[in-house]
């Protein structure tokens, strides 16, 4: 079950990664730390964001979208500027891509298979939370 998030953990990540992240996913974060969505009807699940308020919420976001983004760059082709945000647990990612100082708000399917990128929404708020 995801939970809450403060929004020094938010800040904390932009602070890794050096750049803001959209709006729209910023607010589903802060809402529920992690849980899943629907892209073309298949449930992904979101990776959370670091939190070490406590314990429990330490083990519970593990998976973080710095530690999963870091994992994926070692896949080859990979997109450099990209984040990972959920996965569809078949090695394929849901990414935000870098633009400059921020994230945009689009949201793309990268396949591990092919390297192939495929927007899937124009903003994270068009995702369906499951």
């Known amino acids: 079950m995801p939970f809450d998030l403060a929004g020094s ?42 939190d070490t308020s406590d314990r429990k919420r330490l083990s519970r976001t ?9 994992a994926c760059q070692e896949w080859p082709r ?11 647990s078949a090695g394929d990612q849901l990414l935000l891509l870098r633009q400059g100082s921020e994230f945009g708000a689009a949201v793309y399917l990268w396949s591990h298979q092919t390297s192939s990128l495929a927007k899937v929404a124009n903003d994270f708020a068009e995702l369906e939370a499951v």
């Open 9 to 50: 953990f938010v800040l904390a990540a932009e602070s890794e990664l050096c750049a803001r992240l959209p709006s729209a996913y910023r607010s589903a974060m802060l809402r529920t730390n992690g849980g899943e969505v629907l892209v073309d009807g298949d449930a992904w699940l979101r990776y959370p964001i670091a």
């Open 62 to 70: 593990a998976n973080h979208i710095l530690m999963e983004t870091q």
């Open 78 to 88: 990979f997109p450099a500027n990209a984040v990972a945000i959920a996965s569809n």
